[in-house]
């Protein structure tokens, strides 16, 4: 992909911008650490991210750390805490996140000017801060604005020694005594997930999965995971079929550092039983044609997630120009104004009801995935999320307070 190419999506002005931004950081080499190559969002959006930062003449990198099964464990007991579930970690468990991590974090290859360490499992990582003169930077992705008061001042401990933190929301933002840096993640419009397919790949992919094209069709993308409450869509799913023809379809990976997927597939799969208008399907991380085609077949797109850090399948959704029903949880907010942008809602009862409505009123579903289309092109493209960076590279290392981009 080429800069020039996403001119005629936001403009040519925007281009200029970035590519007069970036002259600045000629040569800055921009190290991103986190803890999965594949699968979730945070490397959905690095894998776009970083091509675009070289065309810019930015030496972004990215190093994956590695940990074991154990160690992934307790990251995601951390995860599910900060992101306010109650979680029981015990003294060990802390013990172990840092031990088991030691050797490994003290022989990685530390490169960068910059060095953009996400979310927590590499944040101890800052220990090697007094090594070398650089800027260390933590990007979190998690929505911690309730988060379990344990685990938080554990990793808070370690978050206060960067220079700067970046949060996807200003609701997210901690009392820190560093400078916070507010920025959404973002879409790439020109990506295989999220490019204007045609009516024949979207058929394919729809036909491959024994989906009925000429029914209405209700998706929810997601890893198989509790935060996301597959288990709430297919009652919400019941609910509405009772009374109206649809078909539900639940598509899902995992992602390398979450180890709850099985059996949360078990569960999903026991409660939907044999039920011919559910479709549940394991897709394999990576497979970003049949994503797309699964989004753009559908016709109402639903994420009920209990917790959320940003939900990029929402913007993914809302960017194909889909009604989509959701759960007013951490970032979603931002993207779905309520029967404006799409429709937010706060259980299964809420959900079955939101999914009613549209199925009725194809009309309204219509006007509300136009209109989610455009919020998504003025705030949540990659355009816009690079030169987010660009201007807190530039301004890393200045003192200050809360900074809106
Ligand atoms: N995704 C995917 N395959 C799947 C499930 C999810 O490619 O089976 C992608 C999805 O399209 C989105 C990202 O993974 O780009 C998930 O990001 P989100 O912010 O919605 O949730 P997270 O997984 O980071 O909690």
């Known amino acids: 992909m080429k800069m020039n190419d996403y001119a005629p999506i936001v403009g040519q002005s925007r281009i200029e911008e970035l590519r007069h931004l970036a002259t600045r950081l000629s040569g800055t080499v921009v190290q991103n650490i986190n803890s999965t190559a594949t699968g979730g969002g945070v490397a959905e959006i690095l894998q776009r991210l970083i091509p675009l930062l070289h065309q810019l003449g930015v030496d972004a990198r990215w190093s994956v750390i590695q940990g074991d099964d154990e160690f992934y464990a307790i990251t995601k007991k951390f995860h599910n805490a900060l992101h306010g579930n109650e979680e029981d970690v015990s003294e060990e468990e802390f013990g172990y996140?840092?031990?088991?991590?030691?050797?490994?974090?003290?022989?990685?290859?530390?490169l960068g000017d910059i060095i953009l360490v996400h979310d927590p499992q590499p944040v101890a990582l800052i220990r090697r801060k007094e090594e070398k003169p650089r800027r260390w930077l933590w990007r979190c992705h998690i929505d911690v604005s309730n988060p379990d008061s344990r685990v938080w001042s554990f990793i808070r401990d370690f978050v206060i020694q960067y220079e700067a933190a970046v949060?996807?929301?200003?609701?997210?933002a901690r009392q820190l005594p560093i400078p916070q840096y507010l920025m959404a993640p973002s879409i790439d419009p020109l990506s295989e997930k999220n490019r204007e397919l045609p009516a024949?790949?979207?058929e394919m992919v729809l036909s491959?999965?024994?989906?009925?094209p000429e029914r209405p069709i209700i998706t929810q993308i997601s890893r198989f995971d509790r935060l996301k409450d597959p288990v709430g869509v297919i009652q919400a799913f019941e609910m509405?079929?009772?009374?109206?023809d649809c078909q539900l379809v639940l598509a899902g990976g995992g992602a390398s550092d979450d180890p709850e997927a099985e059996d949360v597939l078990g569960e999903v799969r026991q409660r939907a039983a044999d039920h011919r208008d559910i479709h549940i399907l394991t897709i394999p991380t990576g497979s970003d044609l049949e994503i797309n085609?699964?989004?753009?077949g559908s016709t109402i797109v639903i994420q009920k997630s209990l917790r959320e850090g940003f939900g990029l399948t929402v913007t993914e959704a809302l960017w194909k120009a889909k009604p989509v029903?959701?759960?007013a949880v951490g970032g979603i907010p931002l993207q779905i104004r309520n029967r404006f942008t799409g429709l937010l809602v706060h259980g299964v009862d809420g959900a079955a009801f939101a999914l009613k409505q549209l199925l009725a009123n194809p009309d309204y579903g219509r006007w509300l995935g136009q209109n989610g289309r455009e919020h998504v092109r003025h705030n949540f493209l990659i355009t816009r999320h690079l030169k987010d960076y660009l201007l807190v590279f530039?301004?890393?290392?200045?003192?200050?307070?809360?900074?809106h981009l």
């Open 394 to 403: 530039l301004a890393i290392g200045r003192t200050g307070d809360i900074i």
């Open 200 to 202: 024949a790949d979207v």
């Open 325 to 327: 029903v959701a759960t």
């Open 240 to 244: 509405v079929r009772k009374s109206m």
């Open 293 to 296: 085609a699964l989004q753009q």
């Open 208 to 212: 491959k999965y024994g989906i009925d």
């Open 167 to 172: 949060f996807s929301a200003p609701s997210f």
């Open 97 to 110: 996140f840092l031990s088991s991590q030691e050797q490994r974090f003290a022989e990685m290859e530390l």
